[in-house]
Protein backbone atom coordinates (compact mmCIF):
# COMPACT_ATOMS: atom_id res chain seq x y z
CA UNK A 1 0.00 0.00 0.00
CA UNK A 2 1.45 3.14 -0.98
CA UNK A 3 2.50 5.92 2.24
CA UNK A 4 0.22 8.73 1.42
CA UNK A 5 -0.55 10.60 4.31
CA UNK A 6 -4.30 12.20 4.21
CA UNK A 7 -4.30 15.90 3.22
CA UNK A 8 -6.71 18.49 4.60
CA UNK A 9 -6.52 21.64 3.40
CA UNK A 10 -8.97 24.90 3.61
CA UNK A 11 -9.95 27.52 1.39
CA UNK A 12 -10.74 30.52 2.88
CA UNK A 13 -11.26 32.02 -0.74
CA UNK A 14 -11.90 35.88 0.42
CA UNK A 15 -12.86 35.81 3.59
CA UNK A 16 -12.01 36.47 6.87
CA UNK A 17 -9.78 40.07 8.58
CA UNK A 18 -6.75 39.33 10.02
CA UNK A 19 -8.31 39.17 13.75
CA UNK A 20 -10.67 36.34 12.30
CA UNK A 21 -8.00 34.88 10.24
CA UNK A 22 -5.82 34.56 13.44
CA UNK A 23 -7.96 33.93 15.98
CA UNK A 24 -9.47 30.92 13.33
CA UNK A 25 -6.10 29.33 12.98
CA UNK A 26 -5.44 29.42 16.73
CA UNK A 27 -8.36 27.89 17.67
CA UNK A 28 -7.49 24.45 14.46
CA UNK A 29 -3.98 24.61 16.23
CA UNK A 30 -4.90 23.80 19.40
CA UNK A 31 -7.68 21.51 18.99
CA UNK A 32 -5.81 19.22 16.43
CA UNK A 33 -2.18 19.86 18.38
CA UNK A 34 -2.58 15.79 19.05
CA UNK A 35 -3.77 14.69 15.74
CA UNK A 36 -1.16 12.28 14.26
CA UNK A 37 -0.67 11.00 10.17
CA UNK A 38 -2.92 13.77 9.05
CA UNK A 39 -1.29 16.81 7.18
CA UNK A 40 -2.94 20.19 7.80
CA UNK A 41 -3.16 23.07 5.60
CA UNK A 42 -5.02 26.91 5.97
CA UNK A 43 -4.97 28.78 2.46
CA UNK A 44 -5.61 32.21 3.60
CA UNK A 45 -6.23 35.24 1.63
CA UNK A 46 -2.81 37.43 0.67
CA UNK A 47 -3.46 39.78 3.18
CA UNK A 48 -4.01 37.45 6.16
CA UNK A 49 -0.88 35.23 5.00
CA UNK A 50 2.24 37.17 7.58
CA UNK A 51 -0.37 37.35 10.47
CA UNK A 52 -1.71 33.61 10.32
CA UNK A 53 1.97 32.33 9.63
CA UNK A 54 2.91 34.60 12.78
CA UNK A 55 0.22 33.15 14.90
CA UNK A 56 0.78 29.29 14.02
CA UNK A 57 4.07 29.92 15.81
CA UNK A 58 5.59 26.06 15.84
CA UNK A 59 2.61 24.33 15.10
CA UNK A 60 2.37 21.63 12.30
CA UNK A 61 -0.61 23.20 10.36
CA UNK A 62 1.15 24.29 6.86
CA UNK A 63 0.57 27.46 4.96
CA UNK A 64 -0.79 27.89 1.42
CA UNK A 65 -1.77 30.48 -1.13
CA UNK A 66 -4.68 30.32 -3.24
CA UNK A 67 -3.38 31.26 -6.59
CA UNK A 68 0.16 33.19 -7.82
CA UNK A 69 2.14 34.51 -10.79
CA UNK A 70 4.18 32.66 -13.10
CA UNK A 71 6.71 35.63 -13.10
CA UNK A 72 9.11 36.29 -10.08
CA UNK A 73 8.30 39.98 -10.25
CA UNK A 74 7.77 42.37 -12.84
CA UNK A 75 4.83 45.32 -14.04
CA UNK A 76 2.21 42.62 -13.44
CA UNK A 77 -0.22 44.99 -10.90
CA UNK A 78 -2.40 43.35 -9.10
CA UNK A 79 -0.66 39.70 -9.12
CA UNK A 80 1.76 38.15 -6.39
CA UNK A 81 4.34 35.66 -7.20
CA UNK A 82 5.78 32.36 -5.52
CA UNK A 83 8.91 34.11 -4.07
CA UNK A 84 6.78 36.52 -2.50
CA UNK A 85 4.72 33.80 -0.85
CA UNK A 86 7.45 31.79 0.41
CA UNK A 87 8.93 35.00 2.12
CA UNK A 88 5.61 35.14 3.62
CA UNK A 89 5.93 31.73 5.00
CA UNK A 90 3.83 29.53 2.34
CA UNK A 91 4.99 25.89 1.39
CA UNK A 92 1.72 25.13 -0.78
CA UNK A 93 -0.20 27.26 -3.11
CA UNK A 94 -3.25 25.97 -4.62
CA UNK A 95 -3.44 26.31 -8.86
CA UNK A 96 -6.27 26.47 -10.80
CA UNK A 97 -8.72 26.46 -8.84
CA UNK A 98 -12.89 26.39 -11.20
CA UNK A 99 -13.38 29.60 -9.45
CA UNK A 100 -10.05 31.18 -11.17
CA UNK A 101 -10.54 29.62 -14.30
CA UNK A 102 -14.57 30.72 -14.39
CA UNK A 103 -14.52 33.99 -13.25
CA UNK A 104 -10.83 35.07 -13.97
CA UNK A 105 -10.51 33.27 -17.69
CA UNK A 106 -7.72 31.55 -15.92
CA UNK A 107 -6.38 28.61 -18.79
CA UNK A 108 -4.76 25.74 -18.18
CA UNK A 109 -1.84 26.96 -20.53
CA UNK A 110 -1.52 29.48 -17.66
CA UNK A 111 -2.07 27.00 -14.52
CA UNK A 112 0.57 25.12 -16.38
CA UNK A 113 3.07 27.83 -16.11
CA UNK A 114 2.09 28.61 -12.61
CA UNK A 115 3.25 25.00 -11.14
CA UNK A 116 6.46 24.80 -13.22
CA UNK A 117 7.52 28.57 -11.87
CA UNK A 118 6.04 27.13 -8.07
CA UNK A 119 8.26 24.10 -8.38
CA UNK A 120 10.94 26.03 -9.39
CA UNK A 121 11.24 27.50 -6.22
CA UNK A 122 10.59 24.25 -4.11
CA UNK A 123 6.51 25.44 -3.56
CA UNK A 124 4.33 22.62 -3.68
CA UNK A 125 1.29 22.85 -6.09
CA UNK A 126 -2.39 22.10 -5.45
CA UNK A 127 -3.52 21.58 -9.43
CA UNK A 128 -7.37 21.57 -9.71
CA UNK A 129 -9.33 19.65 -12.28
CA UNK A 130 -12.90 19.10 -12.44
CA UNK A 131 -16.10 19.13 -14.76
CA UNK A 132 -19.16 21.62 -14.55
CA UNK A 133 -22.68 20.27 -14.12
CA UNK A 134 -23.43 20.64 -17.79
CA UNK A 135 -20.48 18.60 -18.81
CA UNK A 136 -20.81 15.84 -16.34
CA UNK A 137 -24.46 15.38 -17.56
CA UNK A 138 -23.49 15.47 -21.60
CA UNK A 139 -21.07 12.75 -20.32
CA UNK A 140 -17.97 14.45 -20.82
CA UNK A 141 -16.55 14.55 -17.72
CA UNK A 142 -13.67 12.01 -18.26
CA UNK A 143 -12.81 14.25 -21.43
CA UNK A 144 -12.57 17.54 -19.38
CA UNK A 145 -10.61 16.32 -16.53
CA UNK A 146 -8.38 14.79 -18.95
CA UNK A 147 -8.00 17.76 -21.08
CA UNK A 148 -7.16 19.91 -18.15
CA UNK A 149 -4.68 17.16 -16.77
CA UNK A 150 -2.84 17.41 -20.12
CA UNK A 151 -2.70 21.47 -20.07
CA UNK A 152 -2.40 21.83 -16.87
CA UNK A 153 0.87 19.28 -16.52
CA UNK A 154 2.17 19.92 -19.91
CA UNK A 155 5.46 20.92 -18.33
CA UNK A 156 5.62 18.21 -16.21
CA UNK A 157 4.80 15.65 -19.10
CA UNK A 158 6.97 17.29 -21.60
CA UNK A 159 9.69 16.56 -18.91
CA UNK A 160 8.67 13.42 -18.16
CA UNK A 161 8.77 13.83 -14.05
CA UNK A 162 6.21 15.57 -11.95
CA UNK A 163 7.52 15.93 -8.40
CA UNK A 164 6.42 13.53 -5.92
CA UNK A 165 5.45 15.91 -3.75
CA UNK A 166 2.69 17.48 -5.95
CA UNK A 167 -0.78 17.00 -5.02
CA UNK A 168 -3.81 16.91 -7.12
CA UNK A 169 -7.47 18.23 -6.40
CA UNK A 170 -11.05 16.79 -8.26
CA UNK A 171 -13.26 19.27 -7.50
CA UNK A 172 -16.09 18.99 -9.58
CA UNK A 173 -17.63 22.49 -10.18
CA UNK A 174 -21.31 21.54 -9.32
CA UNK A 175 -20.55 20.38 -5.68
CA UNK A 176 -18.07 23.85 -4.98
CA UNK A 177 -19.99 25.94 -2.33
CA UNK A 178 -23.48 23.94 -3.50
CA UNK A 179 -24.05 21.49 -0.67
CA UNK A 180 -24.07 18.64 -3.35
CA UNK A 181 -21.53 16.48 -2.57
CA UNK A 182 -20.29 13.51 -5.28
CA UNK A 183 -21.04 10.88 -3.64
CA UNK A 184 -17.75 8.94 -2.91
CA UNK A 185 -18.55 5.99 -5.39
CA UNK A 186 -18.78 9.01 -7.94
CA UNK A 187 -15.86 10.72 -6.60
CA UNK A 188 -13.84 7.64 -6.26
CA UNK A 189 -14.33 7.01 -9.89
CA UNK A 190 -12.75 10.29 -11.53
CA UNK A 191 -9.84 9.87 -8.72
CA UNK A 192 -8.84 6.42 -10.54
CA UNK A 193 -9.39 8.16 -13.48
CA UNK A 194 -6.69 10.56 -12.88
CA UNK A 195 -4.65 8.13 -11.09
CA UNK A 196 -4.25 6.14 -13.97
CA UNK A 197 -3.30 9.23 -16.30
CA UNK A 198 -0.41 10.13 -14.07
CA UNK A 199 0.39 6.29 -14.15
CA UNK A 200 0.20 6.47 -17.99
CA UNK A 201 1.89 9.53 -18.33
CA UNK A 202 4.79 9.58 -14.98
CA UNK A 203 4.83 5.56 -14.24
CA UNK A 204 3.01 3.62 -12.09
CA UNK A 205 5.89 4.38 -8.73
CA UNK A 206 5.03 8.20 -9.11
CA UNK A 207 1.82 8.10 -9.55
CA UNK A 208 0.58 5.50 -6.72
CA UNK A 209 2.94 8.26 -4.18
CA UNK A 210 0.61 11.05 -5.79
CA UNK A 211 -2.43 12.82 -3.52
CA UNK A 212 -5.45 13.41 -4.61
CA UNK A 213 -7.96 15.56 -3.26
CA UNK A 214 -11.41 15.61 -3.00
CA UNK A 215 -13.54 19.34 -3.14
CA UNK A 216 -16.83 20.06 -3.29
CA UNK A 217 -19.24 20.60 -0.20
CA UNK A 218 -16.85 18.52 2.13
CA UNK A 219 -18.27 18.21 5.82
CA UNK A 220 -17.95 16.54 9.00
CA UNK A 221 -21.13 14.85 8.25
CA UNK A 222 -19.46 12.88 4.84
CA UNK A 223 -15.65 13.08 5.12
CA UNK A 224 -14.85 9.87 6.66
CA UNK A 225 -16.86 8.13 4.05
CA UNK A 226 -14.98 9.83 0.87
CA UNK A 227 -11.59 9.31 2.79
CA UNK A 228 -12.50 5.48 2.84
CA UNK A 229 -12.21 5.13 -1.21
CA UNK A 230 -9.20 3.99 -2.24
CA UNK A 231 -7.71 6.60 -4.25
CA UNK A 232 -9.38 9.77 -2.01
CA UNK A 233 -6.17 11.11 -0.07
CA UNK A 234 -8.15 14.02 1.64
CA UNK A 235 -10.15 16.99 1.14
CA UNK A 236 -10.32 20.56 -0.30
CA UNK A 237 -12.52 22.51 2.06
CA UNK A 238 -14.09 25.65 1.40
CA UNK A 239 -17.08 26.59 3.42
CA UNK A 240 -16.96 24.33 6.40
CA UNK A 241 -13.13 25.37 6.71
CA UNK A 242 -14.02 29.11 7.83
CA UNK A 243 -15.68 27.08 10.87
CA UNK A 244 -13.11 25.86 13.62
CA UNK A 245 -15.74 23.35 14.81
CA UNK A 246 -16.70 21.57 11.43
CA UNK A 247 -12.91 22.17 10.15
CA UNK A 248 -11.84 20.44 13.19
CA UNK A 249 -14.01 17.81 13.34
CA UNK A 250 -13.04 16.95 9.39
CA UNK A 251 -9.26 16.65 10.00
CA UNK A 252 -10.62 14.32 12.82
CA UNK A 253 -12.61 12.31 10.93
CA UNK A 254 -11.00 9.17 11.96
CA UNK A 255 -12.76 9.33 15.26
CA UNK A 256 -16.18 10.63 13.70
C1 LIG B 1 -13.39 24.91 -2.67
O1 LIG B 1 -13.54 26.12 -2.73
O2 LIG B 1 -12.32 24.42 -3.05
C2 LIG B 1 -14.49 24.11 -2.15
C3 LIG B 1 -14.41 22.82 -2.30
O3 LIG B 1 -15.53 24.78 -1.55
P1 LIG B 1 -16.74 24.13 -0.69
O4 LIG B 1 -16.10 23.15 0.27
O5 LIG B 1 -17.37 25.27 -0.01
O6 LIG B 1 -17.62 23.42 -1.66
Not at 51 to 77: C, F, K, P
Not at 152 to 181: C, D, H, Q, R
Amino acid sequence: MPDRKPLIAGNWKMHLSVAEAVELVRRIAAETEDVQGVEVLVAPPFTTLYAVREALGDSRIRLGAQNMHWEMSGAYTGEISGKMLQEAGCTYVILGHSERRAIFNETSEMVDLKARAAVSLGLIPIICVGETLEEREAGRTFDVVQAQLEGSLNNFKEEKFIPPTTVMAYEPVWAIGTGKTATPSQAQEVHQFIRGWLERTFGTGVSAGLRILYGGSVKPENIAELMAEPDIDGALVGGASLNADSFVRIICYEKL
